[in-house]
């Protein structure tokens, strides 16, 4: 999609897009149209029972007195209650209804409108920033789809009083969501495609971006002691891989102990010797969600030059049952020399973080670690595809996540830790058991990782419900949503980047 800021005014083609407030009052842009049209917009207005609810539209083909082909009528709703969501949302709405119109270009008239709750400039770059958003597809294999079904609109021309103001507020968005789309591309790909060694390379180009990346092999592991992660992978022919990624946008390169990222990758999870059904098993592919979270958002970072220390750690392996593969009742000893009983070789996602979070303290020494899996069904029972369930002992970073998240629209809802439920994942025979009772499975999942956390706020984010939908969202085409990018990159922004 190619966005581009403009001066108000009326455009030469496509479609055009103006507002109105509740009750309908026409923005300035949707009276000047309306009075090129002698009253067309208004009448159709009133026939379509239009009361400029957020959202609401209604649309005149062909317009007399107009050179654009489509004029669009958009509701804001009541003004002082807009923030910068619902006008991102209103761009991708905007989008989507115009993606397979026939129209190439989509122009957005932002007005100075009385009572707006936030500044013009960045009402527009929001609207960008939905337009942007929600204009992705990941197409990469289709190779027959119908014309009528492929998108025509090419161009969108943000308008406003102050143009370059718009454009400079937009830049920091777009650069972000190119980690967002980053992320959709690795969760959408195909296991056959992104495996372990695969993904490593596509990690590994983020060097061009100016990031510092290693990748450790199996046999590194091996010496490190990652019994854990190791065996998970143990029954795929693919190697497994820990990758590194280091930005330091710190002046100097000083910034003293980064904060770390770590994701689970699990490129594809069959469950193991603990074989899952066979119904709904492709979607498996998205099991390394976590793991893509974390290099979109150290790409985002870096795209937009963070001025910070962050360091993203993600687990590559493949679980798939075979002659090799791991056991229920095995043993396995962690890189910190925990034992563990393996009950349930499905519950493979905590294992791998277990060895990356220990890497990651061990290594890195970090002020604070986040790390993310799609790692239990148990969360989508518990809150289903709305929010990501995050556990932590740190109110201050809880804070912090729940303020992130309220900017961004990468919704978290925190849930409880206890030694009640720590109890529950006790071993007669090792350290712990990789898996509680039924009850709580979420729960007992974050006291698995807890285990492995020394003196260093932490909050793990469970993110089953959210990598992926199976219907179009408020800023995403059906598939992979690109969630938590923003998030993380936002709590990078407000609490570990140094000022200007």
Do not use: C
Not at 309 to 319: Q, R, W
Not at 392 to 421: C, F, I, K, M
Request: glycine share 12%.
């Amino acid at each position: 999609m190619n966005i581009s800021f403009a001066k108000l005014d009326l455009p030469k083609k496509g479609a055009y897009a103006v507002f109105a407030a509740q009750r309908g009052e026409l923005s300035p842009s949707a009276k000047a149209a309306d009075k090129k049209t002698k009253g067309a917009l208004s009448r159709a207005a009133k026939h379509a029972g239009f009361k400029g609810e957020k959202g609401q539209t209604v649309a005149l083909a062909a317009p007399g007195g107009l050179d654009a082909d489509r004029l669009i009528l958009v509701g804001l709703g009541p003004v002082k209650q807009l923030g910068a969501l619902d006008f991102e949302r209103l761009g991708a709405k905007l989008y989507g209804k115009l993606a397979a119109s026939g129209d190439r270009q989509l122009s957005i008239a932002v007005d100075d409108i009385e009572g707006l709750g936030i500044e013009t400039s960045e009402a527009a770059a929001r609207l960008a920033a939905g337009v942007k958003l929600r204009s992705y597809r990941f197409d990469r294999y289709r190779t027959k789809e119908p014309k009528s079904k492929k998108p025509t609109l090419k161009k969108t021309v943000i308008m406003a009083d102050a143009p370059g103001a718009a454009r400079n507020a937009f830049r920091g968005l777009d650069q972000v969501i190119s980690g967002v789309f980053l992320t959709r591309d690795l969760v959408s790909e195909p296991a056959n495609v992104l495996h372990p060694e695969s993904f490593a390379e596509r990690i590994a180009a983020l060097e061009e971006d100016g990031i510092k990346v290693t990748v450790l092999g199996e046999k590194q592991m091996a010496k490190l002691g990652m019994g854990a992660l190791l065996g998970v992978g143990q029954g795929s022919e693919k190697e497994s891989k820990l990758a590194v990624m280091e930005w330091n946008g710190v002046p100097d390169g000083e910034g003293g102990a980064p904060v770390a990222l770590v994701g689970k990758g699990v490129t594809f999870d069959t469950g193991g010797i603990s074989l899952k059904p066979g119904a709904g098993m492709e979607q498996m592919k998205w099991d390394m969600g976590g793991a893509g979270i974390v290099v979109g958002a150290m790409k985002a970072l870096a795209a937009r030059e963070a001025k910070a220390h962050v360091v993203g750690i993600v687990g590559l392996v493949e679980n798939m049952p075979s002659h090799n593969a791991q056991r229920p009742g095995d043993v396995v000893t962690s890189a910190d020399g925990q034992t563990i009983e393996v009950i349930n070789t499905d519950a493979e996602g905590r294992l791998v973080l277990a060895d990356a979070l220990w890497y990651a303290q061990e290594e890195y020494k970090p002020q604070a670690i986040i790390d993310l899996a799609t790692l239990t069904g148990a969360m989508i029972i518990s809150l289903g595809h709305e929010y990501a369930g995050f556990f932590t002992d740190s109110d201050t970073l809880a804070d912090q996540l729940n303020a992130a998240a309220a900017a961004t629209g990468d919704r978290v809802w925190r849930l409880p830790l206890h030694e009640n439920y720590d109890k529950l994942i006790n071993s007669p025979i090792a350290d712990m058991k990789n898996v509680g009772p039924r009850g709580a499975g979420s729960i007992t999942a974050a006291q698995f990782l807890k285990r492995f956390i020394k003196k260093v706020d932490w909050a793990h984010i469970d993110v089953a419900g959210m990598v992926w939908d199976d219907k179009d969202g408020p800023l995403y085409e059906k598939g992979a949503t690109g969630y938590g990018v923003r998030l993380l990159d936002r709590w990078v922004a407000e609490n570990h980047e140094q000022d200007d």
